[in-house]
């Protein structure tokens, strides 16, 4: 908290979020799932894996209205369970395939647990123990258990793919195309998910489940910001998933990019990937748009404005070559505090879009494309900012 506190001294706006964050009382809803859990060992046991690895998610999953909250929080576990697999670089390719192809089946598989995994493997923890986790899973309502199963094969299938070289040349992902498909396994189909999940609960209306385009937008928006934002992780861990097609332009090798020789080409690789993501925003505000349950609203929101920070923040900023950076957690609570109703969220993707244009060179190659792709984002809210409403 000090830390955070002396990050934004000089943000007024973002002190006060901080502290009146802290002190805030809990919500009826968080106050009665805490109460729940003291009832429930072994879910309480899941809320402990959610907490152990996602502090981020955990907490607006945990704001969930109660018929939906459970079915998120195993969906968020299966789809870790299956990530920490996919990222696991020890374990040999035949048995990562494998698990991967079957992971639809092993999640009813009562007793399942998985120590496999590198001892390095941040969340190994959890497949450690994942049979708490299919105990759970086996509780859901069967409409919500379709759901996690129905996703969990299409993402496992196409993890799959990406490890055994479809799509990809070698290590590296080839055409923005594969990026952009990619991205989908893990992320769009994460809202496909849950888009279905929130229509099952008769929280939000069949229609939010139809829309697939706006749900995969939804997790690109959000997959392609991260992705941009970890270069320099995933460059250490030997991955690799900035397009070639994207990156070959400016240099030969995807780790030419950190050379101090070529700091000038960076900038212009950087900022051409802000522009293949800018491309989502129209889709993410419609979706935001058609919500109607508030616990729903805030769920998806939050994550959306938080991208859109963090992508004004990486553009044009050579230090993501070098370090994982992130927007302050005032920012962060802040943005949290206001991500309340779509007018809201409409002002914050419009402050963030236009810090985008702000540091927009004239200099650079990407200039224009980038100006255009600003320019269709500004026109966009200024249409929808009247006909946006919540109720």
């Keep these: 908290m000090l830390q955070a506190i002396l990050d934004s001294i000089t943000k007024p706006s973002e002190l006060s979020a901080l502290f009146q964050y802290k002190f805030a009382p809990k919500s009826a809803s968080a106050t009665r799932h805490q109460q729940s859990l003291e009832r429930d060992a072994s879910k309480k046991r899941c809320y402990g894996f959610l907490n152990m690895t996602s502090r981020s998610f955990a907490a607006v999953i945990q704001e ?3 018929g939906l909250r459970d079915a998120v929080c195993l969906f968020y576990l299966v789809l870790r369970g299956l990530d920490t697999i996919e990222d696991d670089m020890t374990l040999s390719l035949d048995r990562k395939v494998e698990l991967l192809r079957s992971f639809d089946q092993i999640i009813y598989k009562k007793g399942w647990t998985f120590n496999e995994n590198g001892p390095n493997e941040k969340d190994r923890e959890l497949l450690v123990h994942f049979d708490v986790v299919i105990d759970e899973f086996l509780r ?3 409409e919500f258990q379709q759901v996690i199963a129905n996703i969990t094969k299409l993402m496992g299938n196409g993890m799959a793919d990406y490890a055994s070289g479809e799509h990809r040349e070698n290590t590296a992902v080839a055409k923005i195309a594969d990026f952009d498909l990619y991205c989908h396994y893990v992320a769009g189909l994460v809202g496909h998910g849950l888009s279905d999940l929130f229509a099952a609960s008769g929280l939000e209306s069949e ?6 385009d706006l749900s995969n937008s939804m997790g690109l928006f959000l997959q392609k910001t991260n992705i941009i934002r970890d270069y320099r992780e995933d460059l250490d861990d030997g991955r690799q998933f900035w397009p070639r097609e994207i990156w070959g332009n400016y240099v030969d090798k995807f780790s030419d990019l950190t050379k101090p020789e070529n700091k000038l080409k960076a900038k212009y690789c950087l900022n051409d990937m802000v522009l293949n993501v800018l491309n989502q925003v ?18 998806c929101a939050i994550p959306q404005v938080m991208a859109i920070a963090t992508l004004a923040l990486v553009f044009n900023n050579l230090e993501i070559y070098q370090r994982n950076i992130k927007i302050r957690k005032g920012e962060a609570v802040k943005l949290i505090l206001e991500s309340k109703d779509m007018d809201n969220v409409i002002s ?3 402050h963030y879009v236009f810090e985008i244009a702000r540091k927009n060179e ?5 200039f224009m494309d980038i100006s255009m792709s600003v320019g269709r984002v500004s026109y966009f809210i200024a249409k929808y900012t009247h006909s946006f409403t919540f109720t």
């Design 207 to 212: 229609e939010i489940a139809k829309d697939k």
């Design 64 to 66: 969930l209205d109660d």
């Design 140 to 142: 859901l309502k069967p």
């Design 362 to 366: 004239a200099t650079s190659p990407n």
């Design 348 to 350: 914050i993707f419009r």
């Design 282 to 299: 129209p889709d993410v505000l419609t979706y935001l748009s058609k919500l109607r349950n508030q616990s729903v609203f805030n769920f």
